[in-house]
């Protein structure tokens, strides 16, 4: 079970946004700001999309964006397009018992 | 440009032991930490933990305390992951990932990413 909670699957059309959530704690989500986003495609290693919970690198699409609110990460992809299809994961730093990061269990995101 | 390149895939029998190599280029390779993350086949993500490029001090996830050790060769800058008494559990994909630009604490983002190394463990 991971330390983060994310929906296991979503699916949208093309053109239309959708929004992965990510549900931790105060000790993780909740409690500071080093929440990151992953883009994940089969075989492929992941490639960073957020972090800073809403800060983009250089590269990355603007049609992705990250907010919070309480214990609750969320990545929203606008203007879906089919290349979007993969799976995206959502980590944060965790000042728990064990200073750690830990992961969501990765959403698999399906373009209609 | 920045690039972490890993050893390729291992096929290890049970309580053998294995090493992953990380080459990193393009950068300055003691500015910024390296963090190792485990992908059991068919599954998500997994922290192992982290190692200070600067010092060479390590910090495991209590999850992969005792037969891992991450370590450095500074001098052809590449990390190591080693696994000792290898179990078929330990079967997956181990990635290097560097800490992003401007990270101020572990788990602000990590970028860029090594292409994986599969470890497979049977008998």
């Known amino acids: 079970q991971s330390a983060l909670t994310q929906p296991a699957s979503v699916s949208g059309s093309p053109g239309q946004s959708i929004t992965i959530s990510c549900t931790g704690t105060?000790?993780?989500?909740?409690?500071?700001?080093?929440v990151s986003w992953y883009q994940q495609y089969p075989g492929k290693a992941p490639r960073l999309l957020i972090h800073?919970?809403?800060d983009r690198p250089s590269g990355v699409s603007y049609r992705f964006s990250g907010s919070k609110s309480g214990n609750t990460a969320s990545l929203t992809i606008s203007g879906l397009q089919a290349e979007d299809e993969a799976d995206y994961y959502c980590?944060?730093?965790?000042?728990?018992?064990?200073?750690?990061?830990?992961f969501g269990g990765g959403t698999r995101l399906t373009v209609l | 440009q920045v690039e972490l390149l890993q050893s390729g895939s291992e096929l290890k029998k049970p309580g053998a032991s294995v090493t992953v190599s990380c080459r990193t280029s393009?950068?300055?390779?003691?500015?910024?930490?390296i963090n190792w993350v485990r992908q059991a086949p068919g599954k998500g993500l997994e922290w192992m933990g982290w190692?200070?490029?600067?010092?060479?001090?390590?910090s495991y996830a209590q999850a992969f305390r005792g037969r891992f050790v991450f370590s450095l060769d500074t001098a052809v800058t590449t990390a190591y992951l080693q696994i000792s008494g290898l179990r078929p559990k330990d079967t997956a994909i181990y990635y290097c990932?560097?800490?992003?630009?401007?990270?101020?604490?572990?788990?602000?983002?990590?970028?860029?990413w090594g292409q994986g190394t599969l470890v497979t463990v049977s008998s």
């Open positions: 990932a560097r800490d992003a630009p401007g990270s101020v604490m572990m788990g602000d983002g990590f970028d860029p």
């Open positions: 393009g950068y300055t390779f003691t500015s910024y930490a």
């Open positions: 190692i200070n490029t600067n010092t060479g001090n390590p």
């Open positions: 980590s944060s730093y965790s000042s728990s018992s064990a200073l750690s990061v830990v």
């Open positions: 800073d919970v809403s």
């Open positions: 105060s000790s993780d989500v909740g409690g500071h700001k080093f």
